[in-house]
């Protein structure tokens, strides 16, 4: 029997106001169910992040955000002058510039400005900024919990959701600060960078693919990826453009193999390690000015794990439940499918149907299978993506990337 609680006292914290925390809060919103969502950087001071692709979780997206939101979702594409089934999935022989394989789209596939794409997610969400999570505490003689911040203040809700990333506080506080919330990190160094382009410069590059591809050189191992960031409106009709380029290579002894230790070391070390690199490969990476800020990474992942939700009281979303690296481009696409089906059954608990607890537990037993599958594949893919040997059609950085059967809700 639902507890009265349930049918009339939900109140859910978010904690994380990235794409997936914010969707969860539109969610909420949508659903009537009472909410609070913190985030710990304030307005202004969070980096842009990297354009990302959403594909089969879109349909999840516009049922959980409701139409208005829906329709400025297009306002955030990188071009929008693209049709949603432009470009080709291409993985190209780095020192040829030739495809290896060339796949298809999928008919309804977003390349998404990141910052665009939140502020269309915060439309009418108060966020209450600087407040990063210290720890989470239960209530003794209440079903609340309370989470502590770094500004000194505290929240009370009968559920915590952390949305909070790859590096999730509300993940250590779930598992007691164990080594057991630890990312597991990869024999794999990556460089990003977001480069300028003129139009003359990006027009050979373009023409690969209007959006992104990837490449490899088959002797090195050196893998890039290339997408478009940004394309900038200048005042006398023309444009600039803003290019991602994600640079990696596999660890194969710690010392050879060492990431440069200064945005110019590094930048040197990606031009030296792409000499081989067919044009117009070669000048995405020459064409890097020397003084330009890099983003260094050792990746990591974390395969969902089982963990006490404290009856049903603190849950995971997105990243901090299961960190994924990028080579498959599913990341975002399970972090929102999450947001979509934990506000299905936050429905439920608010219409007095279910339990929070059985809301709870019925969403992670979903999620955990669904999402540890796809670190792992994603894991694999960030492997196999530098040995030219071992790609085939089938292998997870190449292979199709198929809609749960939860995302046709």
């Given at each position: 029997?639902p507890?009265?609680?349930?049918?009339?006292?939900?109140k859910?914290l978010?904690v994380g106001g990235g794409i997936v925390?914010?969707?969860l809060?539109?969610?909420c919103?949508?659903?009537?169910?009472?909410f609070e969502?913190?985030?710990k950087?304030e307005h202004g001071?969070?980096?842009q992040g990297?354009?990302?692709?959403?594909?089969?979780?879109?349909r999840?997206l516009?049922r959980t955000?409701g139409?208005?939101?829906s329709?400025?979702?297009?306002t955030?594409a990188?071009?929008p002058?693209l049709?949603?089934?432009?470009?080709?999935f291409?993985?190209?022989?780095?020192r040829?510039?030739?495809?290896?394989?060339?796949?298809p789209p999928?008919?309804?596939?977003?390349?998404l400005?990141?910052?665009?794409?939140r502020?269309?997610?915060a439309t009418?969400l108060?966020i209450h900024?600087?407040?990063?999570?210290?720890s989470?505490?239960?209530?003794?003689?209440?079903d609340l919990v309370?989470?502590?911040?770094?500004?000194?203040?505290?929240?009370?809700?009968?559920?915590?959701v952390?949305?909070?990333?790859?590096?999730?506080v509300?993940r250590?506080c779930l598992?007691?600060?164990s080594?057991a919330?630890?990312l597991?990190?990869?024999p794999v160094?990556c460089?990003?960078?977001?480069?300028?382009?003129?139009?003359e410069q990006?027009s050979?590059?373009r023409?690969i693919?209007?959006l992104?591809?990837?490449?490899l050189d088959p002797?090195?191992g050196s893998?890039?990826w290339?997408s478009?960031?940004?394309?900038?409106?200048?005042?006398?009709g023309?444009?600039?453009?803003k290019?991602?380029?994600v640079?990696s290579?596999l660890i194969k002894d710690e010392v050879?193999?060492?990431?440069?230790?200064t945005d110019?070391e590094?930048v040197?070390?990606m031009?030296?390690?792409?000499?081989?690199?067919?044009?117009?490969l070669?000048?995405i990476?020459t064409g890097i000015?020397?003084?330009i800020?890099?983003?260094?990474?050792?990746l990591?992942d974390?395969?969902?794990k089982?963990?006490?939700?404290?009856?049903?009281k603190?849950?995971l979303v997105?990243?901090a439940a299961?960190?994924?690296?990028?080579?498959?481009?599913?990341g975002?696409?399970?972090g929102?499918?999450?947001?979509?089906?934990l506000?299905?059954?936050l429905?439920k608990?608010?219409?007095g149907?279910?339990t929070q607890?059985e809301a709870?537990?019925?969403y992670?037993a979903?999620m955990?299978?669904?999402?540890?599958e796809?670190?792992?594949?994603s894991r694999?893919a960030?492997?196999?993506?530098?040995?030219?040997?071992?790609l085939?059609?089938?292998s997870?950085v190449?292979?199709?990337?198929?809609?749960?059967?939860t995302?046709?809700v």
């Open positions: 029997m507890s009265e609680i349930a049918k009339s006292n939900l859910v978010i925390g914010l969707t809060a539109q969610g919103r949508e659903n009537g169910i009472d969502i913190v985030e950087d001071k969070r980096a990297w354009a990302i692709t959403l594909h089969w979780c879109l999840s516009e955000i139409e208005k939101l329709e400025l979702i297009p955030a990188v071009d002058t049709n949603d089934d432009d470009g080709n291409l993985f190209l022989n780095a040829t510039a030739s495809p290896r394989y060339k796949i999928s008919k309804l596939r977003r390349r400005d990141r910052q665009k794409i502020n269309v997610l009418d108060d900024e600087g407040k990063g999570l210290t989470i505490t239960p209530a003794s003689d209440s309370t989470a502590q911040f770094s500004d000194g203040t505290t929240s009370h809700a009968t559920l915590i952390g949305a909070d990333g790859n590096n999730s509300t250590k598992f007691n600060g080594d919330a630890n597991t990190k990869l160094y460089i990003g960078v977001v480069r300028p382009f003129t139009e990006i050979s590059v023409a693919d209007p992104l591809f990837q490449g002797e090195t893998y890039m290339f478009l960031q940004e394309i900038v409106p200048k005042d006398d023309s444009r600039s453009y290019g991602l380029i640079f290579w050879a193999d060492v990431m440069p230790k110019a590094r040197a070390y031009k030296k390690r792409t000499e081989g690199f067919a044009e117009p070669r000048s990476v000015p020397e003084d800020t890099t983003t260094p990474l050792r990591s974390f395969p969902t089982e963990w006490d939700n404290w009856g049903g603190v849950t997105g990243d299961h960190a994924m690296t990028m080579y498959r481009g599913e975002a696409n399970h929102i499918l999450d947001a979509a089906l506000v299905d059954q429905k608990v608010k219409a149907e279910i607890k709870i537990d019925a992670e979903e955990r299978p669904r999402t540890h796809a670190v792992l594949k694999q960030a492997l196999d993506a530098h040995d030219w040997n071992v085939t059609e089938n997870p190449i292979g199709g990337r198929f809609a749960p059967q995302a046709f």
